[in-house]
């Protein structure tokens, strides 16, 4: 079971470039998210999901864009990066109604990236 | 606005000596506290969900306790591979509970 898996793993872009974060996961989570981490703010929430074709805002949602033309894919779009976009990028899902044994997020291992 | 502190930033252990991380929230309406555990270049792993003032969950050599204001991860007797970043965090505001807002995280360093 692969779960949340995210590529690529590691990117340099220069400022003003564009490109996509991908994010696919195997398990069927209605809920996908997008968080950022940086040093000294924690994860904060940049986009999220709640099916195909529904997406919302989270804390932080400005210079990204998102879709959700399926269940299993949640991408997420720079489409003109900027040095503040420099960050660790996790995606995350879960079904989207908890129970006991589902309220758990499940994250992929993150994208490294650097705006220079 | 809803807020969530975690204290110590960092925290140096010797082996086998506990301690206690902390979790402090200031959210309506708690629809849940969350742990999770994070290593050095990996996503972030689930440890427990809290739901109600005075649950309290363990897993191995951790336990985690819930009260209105705040929730502890304490640690008996940890080892060097209990190093790691916790973080906790609660759902944001007026949302379900699958929209978290995290805290800044405690990185924990056990030495042999």
């Known amino acids: 079971n692969a779960g949340v898996t995210q590529t690529p793993k590691f990117q340099v872009l220069k400022t003003g470039q564009s490109m996509t974060l991908q994010c696919a996961q195997d398990m069927n989570h209605e809920y996908m998210s997008w968080y950022r981490q940086d040093p000294g703010m924690g994860l904060r929430l940049i986009h999220y999901s709640v099916g195909a074709g529904i997406t919302d805002q989270g804390e932080v949602p400005n210079g990204y864009n998102v879709s959700r033309s399926t269940t299993e894919d949640f991408p997420l779009r720079l489409l003109s990066a900027a040095p503040s976009q420099t960050s660790v990028y996790f995606c995350a899902s879960r079904n989207r109604i908890s129970t006991a044994t589902n309220e758990k997020l499940f994250f992929g291992s993150g994208t490294q990236l650097s705006v220079l | 606005e809803d807020q969530v502190t975690q204290s110590p930033e960092a925290l140096r252990l010797q082996e086998g000596e506990s301690s206690s991380l902390n979790c402090s929230y200031t959210?309506?309406?708690?629809?849940?506290l969350f742990w999770y555990r994070q290593d050095p270049g990996k996503g972030p792993e689930f440890l427990f969900t809290l739901y109600s003032a005075g649950e309290e969950k363990e897993k191995e050599r951790l336990k985690a306790t819930l009260t209105k204001k705040e929730s502890f991860l304490h640690i008996t007797a940890p080892k060097p591979e209990d190093s790691a970043t916790y973080l906790c965090?609660?759902?944001?505001?007026?949302?379900?509970?699958?929209?978290?807002?995290f805290g800044k995280g405690t990185l924990l360093t056990v030495n042999p």
């Open positions: 959210v309506s309406g708690l629809r849940g």
């Open positions: 965090a609660v759902p944001l505001a007026r949302g379900s509970n699958y929209k978290l807002t």
